[in-house]
């Protein structure tokens, strides 16, 4: 590693999680948002475009690029301040998200998002690209935990957005403008959390084997309908399973019809046993903690299985989650290709993964747009929380032009061409690409 101009650096070319390729002409490694003001100043200087890398984790291909600065925020990786009076956190965006959990709560406190990611995401990739996981169907994602953002924005200026509590009526909402804008505003250099206490609750966790996927979502539906508070329902179908025990010696069910992981307060015990009791379903008191532990390795165990794995992010209502299934299933028949589904099922969230041998398989971008429009046609959308970048901004536009009309796209590509007139950050992804996809198609 070297120094340039005082700001640590390195020539390597880089791969994401999908094994998309990154090829910047050079890594900046920052340490304090003064040096981050500085590589901003340069790129636009040069006309060099800028990405951030946090821990590599993009499942859209957002870090995709070519002759790029890419600026690495390993160092700014410090938890600034904990207030336990005001209930939140200050963080720099290349903090672990594990490692944030595991410091708040030697106080008592946690950020309740948990992607399954969270050993290796970052704190900045979390709210750039408003990520969810596995208890957000209770709390939300990580777009209801931000309350305030310190942004240095295309011009080198330093902004911060928000304020450190959550009543505030200000003007615009621009915390909720950059979280989830994958890079392409400006570069998070501060956070401010929200924070609760670990609740004291008493935690009932069961593992359910399902024959079929329709038993899985009958019973969430009919636990909801009976208004039990659900934290956790993670579906895993038996392909999943028996992957992640073969590569990490775990023995989770391998079900014919898939298993779900469900908690919830122990108050809802009587009534969850009842439903499950009346749906004849085999089920089993787990450790949640394990259990989370070990469905959060389905995406490692996935990709050593089959070395090229792309993983689906679709949502849609809970009255369609059975055909969104069943339209996945057919697709896999149709196409001979293996599609291994887990899902986030009490929110209507499903992660179906392609599992190929080459990306080069000409049935990937086939079957991968087909799961995105199973999507739109059932009233849902193409990401919950894994984003757009460059892989998603067709399926954006189509989502966008079906449901809310192409004039919500203009306005949001005019956004972009506002806050980044020269259009350096995270260029040719999420709305820009869709904007110019669909002036393509209209000419």
Wanted: proline residues 4%; contains cysteine; aromatic residues 6%.
């Amino acid at each position: 590693m070297r120094e340039l101009d005082g700001i640590k650096c390195s020539l390597e070319e880089r791969t994401d999680f999908l094994n998309n390729r990154v090829r910047p002409v050079v890594v900046t490694y920052p340490s304090r948002t003064e040096e981050v003001v500085k590589i901003v100043n340069v790129a636009r200087e040069h006309g060099l475009p800028i990405v951030v890398w946090g821990g590599g984790t993009s499942l859209a291909g957002h870090l995709v690029c070519d002759g790029c600065i890419l600026i690495d925020m390993k160092f700014m990786d410090k938890i600034v301040e904990i207030n336990d009076t005001e209930w939140y956190v200050r963080v720099q965006p290349g903090l672990i998200l594990s490692k944030l959990n595991e410091e708040l709560k030697k106080i008592g406190f946690f950020i309740p998002p948990e992607p399954a990611s969270s050993f290796a995401c970052s704190v900045g990739g979390v709210v750039n690209n408003a990520s969810g996981g596995m208890r957000s169907v209770r709390y939300g994602t990580f777009r209801d935990w931000v309350l305030a953002l310190e942004v240095v924005l295309p011009s080198g200026k330093v902004i911060r957005v928000g304020e450190l509590f959550v009543k505030n009526r200000a003007g615009y909402d621009l915390v909720h403008l950059f979280v989830g804008s994958e890079g392409t505003l400006g570069i998070v250099t501060e956070i401010w959390f929200k924070i609760i206490p670990v609740p004291e609750e008493v935690k009932y966790s069961i593992m359910m084997e399902l024959s079929d996927f329709r038993q899985g979502t009958e019973i969430i539906r009919e636990l909801r309908k009976n208004r039990v508070v659900i934290d956790v329902a993670e579906y895993m179908d038996g392909l999943v399973a028996k992957t992640i025990n073969k590569h990490f010696n775990t023995n989770i069910p391998e079900s014919v019809g898939g298993t779900i992981t469900l908690s919830s307060s122990s108050t809802y015990r009587e009534k969850i046993e009842k439903i499950l009791r009346q749906h004849s379903v085999t089920f089993t008191e787990v450790d949640e903690d394990k259990t989370l532990s070990e469905r959060a390795l389905a995406g490692l165990a996935l990709k050593a299985e089959w070395n090229e794995r792309v993983s689906e992010d679709i949502v849609v209502p809970l009255s369609k989650l059975d055909e969104a299934f069943m339209k996945i299933k057919e697709l896999e028949e149709k196409s001979g290709v293996k599609i291994a589904i887990l899902g986030h099922i009490a929110d209507g969230n499903l992660h179906p993964n392609i599992l190929i041998s080459s990306r080069d398989d000409p049935r990937l971008t086939k079957i991968y747009d087909e799961i995105g429009r199973i999507a739109i046609i059932l009233g849902g959308s193409i990401s919950g929380e894994h984003g757009i970048g460059y892989m998603k901004a067709d399926l954006m536009k189509e989502q966008l032009t079906a449901h809310n009309g192409i004039e919500v796209l203009k306005i949001m590509n005019d956004i972009k061409g506002c806050i980044d007139p020269h259009h350096f950050m995270n260029p040719g992804k999420f709305v820009e690409l869709a904007w110019s996809r669909y002036l393509i198609n209209k000419d």
